[in-house]
């Protein structure tokens, strides 16, 4: 990924952005603030010395005093710094403190506010060029000035206006300085935030590259890589979540891993066993009938199981893709635990095994029937095949607030502590050779496992070994979610 692109420099972008936005508004108001504060002090300065000068010129003017006109015009046009000029009420300049317009008339607008006009004054800024500039104000490179215009007044009315022509170039330099020191020192800060930005945006950045650093090893496969989980916040909590995810992944990758290996080895054994047989059927015709029908008998069983191990992995397969939904309905768990004692009691009596139950009436729950049906009599049929002939199987069903509770006991050859949490893992077996020739496939309890989980529920065993095992599964009355059948 190009430098540019990366978040990284988005981040400083997005920094310096701000920055600038919100000194640019910054300087933006404090410059307009000086500014007017400028013009409007020189605006006040400029038409308060118009209109005194205005009140000593007009009687001057009236009265004829041209010399002594002329001399306090340069006077006062001398300690104003600016120029001076007095037209009649035609527009045409009497008098001018520096002596070049005299007899020309005026293009000045506010002196022709004044005249022509209802104003007894009018002042204004412009920037008509520099050659306008020099001519009406002596001043060379300079862009600015401002006229100002005030009538004269004499007994009769207005006789005429007092023009001032008035340097503001410093001024306006003034307010330029302002500006560019403040662009100075927009300079200043930038640098001077650049060093703890690029520190931060790398703070910030740091787990967000090591989380892609570790996302494209974990693409290439390895799936036990995680990302170190350093600072607070939400950056922390997105490297805990992605540790937790990767975790889950690695768990199922190593399940699916063993699943595969497991899957293969429980189908590979029996087609293993029947061609052995088979190829001992085919290879010896003078076999006595009753070997023959021993061998066809086992392969028989042997097919049954191999048919037994793919429905149950359809049905996890199921499970997993979560193609089979629960189809829910108000189950009368009474009636069903009683049907499930009734069909097995004839496979326990073959085995002389007993089957006890205490069922407590009226129990109604909201789930799926068939796989209900399916949880008890795995477990109770998983609770047979590992109780010796003459055993005893205890099948409970009760209450417990707005939970019912099912209990499968035996009294059989128990499972070690170090295997019982590995039951409901797929394929395993605490004692294969024993499993194998029960016909079991090694996920009964892995399905019974889902099926409690899609309806809200949990199981859990207690067993010793010689002393049998308690399967104990807990299921909410009011069931979890489902299509209502």
Request: negative net charge; aromatic residues 6%; contains cysteine.
């Amino acid at each position: 990924m190009p430098f540019w692109a990366s978040i990284r420099v988005k981040i400083l972008l997005a920094f310096f952005v701000v920055v600038a936005a919100s000194f640019l508004v910054a300087a933006t108001n404090l410059t307009g603030v000086v500014s007017n504060y400028l013009t409007s002090q020189r605006t006040r300065e400029d038409t308060q010395a118009m209109e005194n000068l205005a009140g000593i010129y007009g009687p001057m003017l009236q009265n004829g005093q041209e010399a002594a006109l002329n001399n306090r015009l340069q006077s006062d046009a001398a300690g104003l710094d600016g120029r001076l000029m007095i037209l009649d009420t035609d527009g045409k300049i009497q008098y001018d403190s520096f002596n070049t317009l005299c007899g020309q008339r005026t293009e000045i607008r506010e002196a022709i506010r004044v005249l022509v006009g209802n104003d007894d004054a009018a002042y204004a800024m412009h920037k008509p060029g520099r050659e306008t500039v020099a001519t009406m104000t002596g001043e060379k490179d300079a862009e600015y000035l401002a006229y100002g215009a005030h009538e004269l007044v004499g007994s009769w009315g207005t006789i005429g206006a007092l023009v001032y022509v008035s340097r503001i170039q410093k001024m306006m330099d003034s307010v330029a300085q302002v500006q560019t020191q403040l662009n100075s020192v927009f300079v200043i800060i930038a640098v001077a935030a650049l060093i703890p930005a690029l520190f931060l945006s790398r703070v910030l950045t740091n787990p967000i590259t090591d989380l892609s650093r570790t996302m494209r090893r974990m693409g290439e496969g390895d799936l036990s890589v995680r990302v170190p989980e350093k600072g607070s916040g939400e950056l922390r909590q997105l490297a805990e979540n992605y540790n937790t995810m990767a975790a889950q992944l690695e768990k199922m990758d190593q399940s699916r891993n063993q699943f595969v290996s497991n899957a293969s080895h429980e189908l590979k054994t029996p087609l293993a066993t029947m061609k052995i047989m088979l190829e001992t059927v085919i290879y010896q015709p003078e076999m006595p009938e009753e070997l023959r029908a021993e061998f066809m008998q086992d392969m028989n069983h042997e097919i049954d199981r191999l048919t037994g191990i793919i429905t149950d992995l359809l049905t996890l397969t199921k499970m997993d893709n979560r193609q089979d939904a629960l189809k829910t309905e108000d189950v009368d768990m009474t009636a069903l635990t009683e049907e499930i004692l009734r069909l097995l009691r004839p496979v326990a009596e073959r085995r002389r095994q007993t089957l006890e139950s205490r069922v407590t009436p009226g129990i109604i729950m909201t789930g799926d029937r068939t796989k209900l049906n399916q949880i008890l009599y795995n477990l109770i049929d998983n609770a047979m095949k590992y109780t010796q002939d003459g055993g005893t199987v205890r099948v409970t069903l009760d209450e417990a607030g707005e939970n019912l509770i099912w209990r499968v006991k035996d009294n059989g050859i128990g499972i070690p502590k170090e295997d019982q949490e590995h039951i409901f893992d797929r394929f395993y077996r605490v004692d294969k050779a024993r499993s194998r020739e029960t016909g079991g496939t090694g996920l009964g309890l892995s399905i019974v496992r889902q099926l409690v989980k899609m309806h809200g529920g949990n199981i859990s065993v207690a067993s010793e070994p010689g002393q049998g095992s308690c399967f104990t599964v807990t299921l909410p009355r009011n069931g979890k979610g489902g299509a209502k059948a």
